[in-house]
C-alpha cells in the first residue's frame, strides 16, 4: 500500500473529546453543535459542554472573549464531555492561552496560524510567540492557515474578504470533520436549509466547509484520520437533544398526556430563554407563550392561566426565583398546579450568568414567605430533562399544588442522544375538574367548596370559572376548611397549615423509591447525588469499583418530598459522600432529617465536576475516613 494510500485509511479509536475554542464571535457554539450532531447520527453516544462569555459581545481578542465548546464522542456508553480534551483547536492566541491548561499531556492542538500576529498575540497576553518559543514542545501542534485558506475558497463565489473571514469556524469543521471520518452531508443538508434565504453566506459557508475537508485529504500534515465506531443502543428513533429543549418538549408532552392547553409566562433569563424559545415554536400543540415585562408579570400571568384551566408554567434562573418569592406562597395558599422552572447558575445577585451552580436548592425548599411546603423536583441529564418535566406536572395537577422543576446551566446547553419515547409508555395525568355541587349550606341548599379535600391525596377540587353554580372565593389570606371564606381563626389557621404540609409529605407514598446501583449490599461507601452530578458520579463510581473498592451510588430526582426509603438507604453504609456545585445544601438536608454523618464535596467555580474530580475525593475518603 503506497504512503498516500496508508494515509487515508482510519485508524479506530474507542473515544475522543475535542475542545472548539474561538472568540464568542467566531461561531464556536455552532460548530461544537454541528460536530455533535453529525456524531449523533453516525451512532455515537455523546455529551457536550458548551461555555460561553456573559457578554454579548465580549472583548475580541482576550481571554475573557473566549467562547468554547467540548464534545466527548465514544463507540460505548459515557456520562461526562470528559475529563481534558485530546484535541484543542484554537481559533487565536487568546483561544490557545485560555483553552490549553485543559488540555491533555501531550495532546493536539489545532492553531489557526493566521491569527498569530503581534497584536493578537499581545491583546492574549503573550510575550512570546508559543508557536515559536517551545513552550508547546511536549504537544501535538498542527499549524493550519484557516483563515487565509477560507478567503481563498470564498473569493470566487465574490464574497468580499471580511464576510469571507465569517466563515471559518466552518473550514474547522470540514477539517475535524476530515479528521474524526463524520459524515459530510449532514452538515451540508444544515448550511443548505439554515442559509436557503442568504445564498452568500450560504455558498461561503459550504466553500469553507468543502476547503477543510479537502485540506485534511490532501495535506501533508497528518497521518491519518480517525474513526470512532458507533455505539451500540437499543433499537428507537434518536434525536441529538439538549436540556432546555428536553424540558420544553417534556411540557408540550404534558399538556397533551393532561389534554390541556400550556401556557408559559416568562421574563428572559439565562440559561433559561430557550425554553421560551422552543415552546413559541409549537402553536400547533395549543401552546401559549407570553415574553412579560418582568419575573413578577411573568409568574403571575402564569398563575392566572392554571386558575383558568391550563397547564401553567414560569421559566426563570436564581435571581428570578428570588422575585418569584411572593407568588409562589400565593399558589401554595390558593393550591394551583403550577410549574417553576429553575435552570440554576452561578450567584449570589447576576453572579455568573452563563456558568453552572447547584445553587438554589435550598432556596426552592424554604425560601418561601410562611409554613409554604412546595414540592421540588429534579432533573440530572439532558435527556431526564424531559421525564421531570413530565413529573413536575403529574405532582402539580394531582395534588394541586405549584412544583419546582431544578435543571442548571450544565444540563440546559449540553446535549445528548435520546430516544424518542412511546408515548404509550409516558403517564397519564389527565386532570377531572368539578362540574357538580360537593355539599352543602346550613340549611340543605347545594353548594361547592372548593376546600373540600380527596381523603387520598388531601388535594382540593378545582372548578374552571364560569363552571354553572359552583363560584368560589379564592385569594392571598387563609382560607376556611371547606367553604374557601375568609377566616383568621387560630383552630383554622392551624389546621390549614398543616393539611398543606401533610398533603405535600403524602406525595413521598407516590413517587418510586431511590434505586442503589454498584456494589448495593457491601459497599464501604455510599455516593449520593442530585441533578446533573450525575454523570460525573457515575463514571466516578465505576472507576474506583474497577480498582477494586466497593463503592454504591444513588441518585435522588425528589427532593421534597424525599423518597420514603431514603432514610433506610443512608442508614446502610458506613459512610455517606454527597458532591454539590455549591457548598453543602443536600449534605445539610440530610444530616438534618436522618442524624448520620454524610460528608460534602463541593465545587463553586462555574463548571460541572469531572469524574477524575471525584474519584480522588472517593479514594481520599476510603483512605482516610
Known amino acids: 500500500m503506497s504512503d498516500t494510500a496508508e494515509r487515508t485509511v482510519p485508524v479506530e479509536i474507542d473515544r475522543v473529546i475535542i475542545r472548539f475554542a474561538g472568540d464568542s ?6 460548530t461544537g453543535d454541528r460536530f455533535t450532531s453529525a456524531s449523533a447520527l453516525f451512532g455515537n453516544d455523546l455529551a457536550t ?6 457578554e454579548i459581545r465580549a472583548p475580541a481578542g482576550t481571554v475573557f472573549g473566549v467562547s468554547a465548546f467540548q464534545v466527548h464522542i465514544s463507540d460505548h456508553e459515557i456520562t461526562t464531555p470528559g475529563d481534558a480534551p485530546n484535541v484543542l483547536v484554537a481559533m487565536n492566541p487568546a483561544a490557545l492561552k485560555s483553552e490549553l491548561p485543559k488540555l491533555e499531556p501531550g495532546g493536539t492542538i489545532i492553531v489557526n496560524v493566521d491569527t498569530f500576529d503581534d497584536r493578537a498575540l499581545h491583546k492574549a497576553g503573550y510575550d512570546e510567540n508559543p508557536l515559536r518559543d517551545g513552550s508547546l514542545r511536549g504537544y501535538t501542534v498542527y499549524e493550519v492557515p484557516m483563515t487565509s485558506l477560507t478567503k481563498q475558497a470564498c473569493e470566487p463565489l465574490g464574497v468580499k474578504p471580511r464576510d469571507a473571514e465569517r466563515s471559518k469556524n466552518f473550514f474547522a469543521l470540514g477539517l475535524i470533520s476530515w479528521m474524526y471520518t463524520r459524515p459530510e452531508q449532514p452538515t451540508i443538508d444544515w448550511i443548505n436549509t439554515k442559509f436557503a ?3 452568500l453566506v450560504r455558498d461561503a459557508n459550504l466553500a469553507a466547509f468543502k476547503a477543510g475537508h479537502a485540506f485534511g485529504e490532501t495535506a501533508e500534515l497528518f497521518d491519518h484520520p480517525y474513526v470512532v ?4 443502543q437499543e433499537p428507537g428513533i434518536y434525536t441529538n437533544i439538549s436540556g432546555n429543549t428536553a424540558v420544553a418538549w417534556g411540557l408540550i408532552a404534558a399538556s397533551q398526556l393532561a389534554n390541556m392547553p400550556l401556557f408559559l409566562g416568562s421574563y428572559p433569563i439565562t440559561p433559561a430563554s430557550d425554553i421560551l424559545h422552543e415552546l413559541s415554536r409549537h402553536k400547533n400543540f395549543g401552546v401559549r407563550t407570553l415574553q412579560a415585562e418582568d419575573e413578577i408579570a411573568g409568574i403571575g400571568s402564569a398563575l392566572g392561566a392554571a386558575y383558568g384551566g391550563h397547564l401553567a408554567v414560569t421559566t426563570t434562573s436564581g435571581p428570578g426565583m428570588d422575585l418569584k418569592a411572593e407568588t409562589i406562597g400565593l399558589a401554595v395558599s390558593l393550591e394551583l398546579p403550577l410549574i417553576i422552572v429553575d435552570i440554576q447558575r452561578g450567584g449570589p445577585s447576576t453572579g455568573l450568568p452563563t456558568k453552572t451552580e447547584q445553587s438554589d436548592l435550598l432556596l426552592a425548599l424554604y425560601g418561601h414567605h410562611g409554613e409554604s411546603p412546595v414540592p421540588v423536583v429534579a432533573a440530572y441529564s439532558p435527556a431526564h430533562c424531559f421525564d421531570a418535566a413530565i413529573e413536575a406536572a403529574r405532582i402539580a395537577l394531582k395534588y394541586r399544588t405549584p412544583v419546582i422543576l431544578l435543571s442548571d446551566g ?6 445528548e442522544p435520546w430516544k424518542i419515547p412511546d408515548v404509550s409508555t409516558l403517564p397519564q395525568i389527565a386532570i377531572d375538574f368539578a362540574t357538580e355541587f360537593n355539599g352543602s349550606d346550613s340549611d340543605g341548599n347545594p353548594i361547592f367548596l372548593p376546600y373540600l379535600r380527596d381523603p387520598e391525596t388531601l388535594a382540593r377540587p378545582l372548578a374552571l370559572p364560569g363552571t354553572p353554580g359552583l363560584m368560589h372565593r379564592i385569594g392571598g389570606i387563609e382560607k376556611e376548611a371547606g367553604t374557601g371564606n375568609i377566616s383568621y381563626a387560630p383552630e383554622n389557621h392551624g389546621r390549614m397549615t398543616e393539611l398543606r404540609a401533610a398533603k405535600v409529605a403524602g406525595i413521598a407514598n407516590d413517587v418510586p423509591p431511590v434505586e442503589v446501583r454498584g456494589d448495593v449490599e457491601d459497599a464501604e461507601i455510599l455516593l449520593l447525588g442530585w441533578g446533573s452530578t450525575w454523570g460525573a458520579i457515575s463514571g466516578a463510581v465505576d472507576r474506583v469499583r474497577a480498582r477494586g473498592r466497593k463503592v454504591a451510588q444513588a441518585h435522588l430526582v425528589h427532593l421534597n418530598p424525599f423518597p420514603a426509603n431514603l432514610g433506610e438507604v443512608v442508614r446502610r453504609y458506613p459512610r455517606v459522600l454527597i458532591p454539590e456545585m455549591n457548598l453543602g445544601q443536600l449534605v445539610k438536608m440530610i444530616r438534618a432529617e436522618y442524624l448520620i454523618d454524610a ?14 474530580e471525584l474519584e480522588h475525593a472517593i479514594l481520599d475518603s476510603l483512605e482516610n475516613s
Open 25 to 30: 464571535g467566531d461561531g464556536m457554539q455552532l
Open 599 to 612: 460528608r460534602s464535596v463541593s465545587k463553586v467555580k462555574g463548571v460541572p465536576f469531572t469524574a477524575a
Open 229 to 232: 465506531k458507533p455505539a451500540p
Open 49 to 54: 459542554l458548551p461555555e460561553f462569555p456573559a
Open 197 to 199: 434565504n442568504k445564498p
Open 410 to 415: 450544565f444540563l440546559a446547553n449540553s446535549a
